[in-house]
């Protein structure tokens, strides 16, 4: 069954998801031990024990996450057996694949993207978002967020050796490189036919911009995870990221962000969002 769900186009995690009466989604912890390849599921319990304090440490509700069950199993010659599982929510699946064998490969793939989802599931509720109609609206969160993390990024990039403004551009084009099939910064440019005064960010809509701000959150995360140090590695992680964000972009069905439309640069909209200024009245 796991070779089947992984030689598919089709991500592993993506075809487990469940839906149950309440049309919520979420994912079976046996399912889970057998795609992250633990032999036995005894195995994997103490996995899920280490997510589920990392739920709680992290002011989240353990039952909302993480459901005790009861399932059926078939035996053979219409012979059933009932067995516990769990019932796991996406977030539950982001904390279980934190806490797996980082050295299986299945893991790393899982852990990009449950990451991935969980942080679009959180922008998504976010009370600002929700309350956003137009693309517009949406563009101006979430490149406001990207600067945000951006500094966050280049802060954890400098712990990790990145220190000369030259190593970080090599280091964003890292980035950039693998999120966009082998293309820098110069090379998107070129695809997207933008002016070299304009900038990539400025001119993304609300999808790649979204793609974007999952590519610097993961990479800082990871840098400050693993403790990541030189500039080497540094760069080759944030490669990696970004590949496996663009992995499970596709296959998810997305198009590839190099292939979006370039938008109307995001500067001309928020000019015309800006409240404008009355000039104080001259004194007679």
Known sequence: MTKKLISTNKTA???????????????????????????????????????KEACKNSSNKVSDHFEDILDMIELGKGAKREIDDIKLSRYAC???????????????????????????????????????KTEAEKRIFLRK???????QLAEA?????VIEPIDYAIFQNHGYMGLYGGLDAKGIHERKGLKKSEHILDHMGSTELAAN?????????????ENIKGKTKANQTHFEVGKKVRK????????MPENLPVADSIKKIQ?????????PKKKK
């Not at 701000?213 to 995870?225: D, P, S």
């Not at 000019?271 to 000039?279: L, R, Y």
């Open 271 to 279: 000019k015309k969002t800006e409240p404008k200024k009355i000039a």
């Open 94 to 132: 982001y904390l279980i694949v934190q806490n797996a064998d980082p050295g299986k490969e299945i893991v790393a793939l899982g852990q990009t993207y449950f990451a991935v989802q969980t942080r679009l599931q959180e922008i998504q509720k976010m009370q600002s978002y929700q309350q956003l």
């Open 145 to 151: 967020e990207l600067s945000e993390h951006n500094k």
């Open 13 to 51: 995690f993506e075809q487990l998801r469940k839906v149950d009466a309440n049309n919520n989604e979420y994912w079976s912890a046996r399912d889970l031990s057998s795609v992250l390849e633990y032999s036995e599921f005894r195995h994997f319990k103490p996995v899920i024990e280490r997510a």
């Open 248 to 255: 499970t972009i596709q296959e998810l069905g997305g198009t």
């Open 157 to 161: 990039a400098k712990n990790a050796g």
């Open 213 to 225: 701000l999952f590519r610097a959150t993961q990479t800082e995360e990871k840098l400050r995870r």
